[in-house]
């Protein structure tokens, strides 16, 4: 049976398994380095690999780990996808984004959250306008999906860079983004955001397990 078509129980204990070990090693802070030497270990651990490993082969298995949990770990932190309830924390989603962007009085346009980047739409009244978003990393896809909206839009689009704890955007930074966003037609805002604990969690917890075992619903 190829890894394509592992038997759903089997696939949904996997997804829960790496994402703790994901959320239990703050996976997004590993360098590159340590996050191939992680997928090693995964191949090697009991509960992952040695799972895995009886529906093909150890190159196989590796793509998997990488293509599927990991490849969606950091959308499903946002909020977003259909992974979101395997991750352990994440952040409060995009309404704490338009809040940062516009201020009161501003909601997300229904179904308008997408992705590369992660943007969504804001309403308030009759006016509409595009807020994207995402690490300093990630500034140039941001201004220039920014730029795109700007031409074709009468409201100014807004990109919001967030942060969070032990992430920090050097003030000279910040100044170029500033002068970029501006010429762009753009507003731009920093928003340091806390990680939660995920109310979509799969997982279910109570006094007689650790606070991050999780229990299958079903």
Same mark, same amino acid.
């Given at each position: 049976?190829?890894?394509?078509?592992?038997?759903?129980?089997?696939?949904?204990?996997?997804?829960?398994?790496?994402?703790? !070990?994901?959320?239990?090693?703050?996976?997004?802070?590993?360098?590159?380095?340590?996050?191939?030497? !992680? %997928?090693?270990?995964? #191949?090697?651990?009991?509960?992952?690999?040695?799972?895995?490993?009886? %529906?093909?082969?150890?190159?196989?298995?590796?793509?998997?780990?990488?293509?599927?949990?990991?490849?969606?770990?950091?959308?499903?932190?946002?909020?977003?996808?259909?992974?979101?309830? %395997?991750?352990?924390?994440?952040?409060?989603?995009?309404?704490?984004?338009?809040?940062?962007?516009?201020?009161?009085?501003?909601?997300?346009?229904?179904?308008?959250?997408?992705?590369?980047?992660?943007?969504?739409?804001?309403?308030?009244?009759?006016?509409?306008? %595009?807020?994207?978003?995402?690490?300093?990393?990630?500034?140039?896809?941001?201004?220039?999906?920014?730029?795109?909206?700007? #031409?074709?839009?009468?409201?100014?689009?807004?990109?919001? #860079?967030?942060?969070?704890?032990?992430? @920090?955007?050097?003030?000279?930074?910040? @100044?170029?983004?500033?002068?970029?966003?501006?010429?762009?037609?753009?507003?731009?805002?920093?928003?340091?955001?806390?990680?939660?604990?995920?109310?979509?969690?799969?997982?279910?917890?109570?006094?007689?397990?650790?606070?991050?075992?999780?229990?299958?619903?079903?």
């Amino acid at each position: 049976m190829a890894l394509q078509h592992l038997p759903a129980p089997i696939r949904e204990r996997l997804l829960i398994e790496i994402y703790q !070990q994901a959320n239990d090693m703050d996976w997004e802070f590993l360098s590159n380095a340590e996050k191939t030497n !992680q %997928y090693r270990r995964w #191949i090697e651990d009991p509960k992952v690999g040695g799972v895995l490993l009886a %529906y093909g082969p150890e190159k196989d298995a590796r793509v998997w780990i990488k293509d599927v949990p990991m490849k969606e770990y950091a959308r499903a932190q946002e909020g977003i996808g259909s992974y979101v309830r %395997y991750a352990v924390n994440r952040f409060q989603g995009p309404e704490e984004i338009v809040r940062a962007a516009c201020g009161s009085g501003w909601v997300i346009k229904p179904d308008s959250v997408g992705e590369k980047p992660n943007h969504c739409y804001a309403v308030a009244g009759e006016a509409t306008r %595009y807020i994207c978003w995402g690490r300093a990393a990630n500034f140039r896809d941001l201004i220039w999906a920014a730029l795109n909206e700007a #031409i074709d839009s009468t409201e100014r689009p807004a990109i919001v #860079i967030t942060t969070r704890n032990g992430e @920090t955007v050097s003030t000279a930074e910040r @100044t170029r983004q500033d002068r970029l966003a501006l010429r762009c037609g753009a507003d731009l805002r920093y928003l340091h955001r806390e990680i939660v604990p995920n109310p979509d969690y799969l997982g279910v917890t109570d006094g007689s397990r650790s606070q991050l075992q999780p229990t299958l619903l079903d």
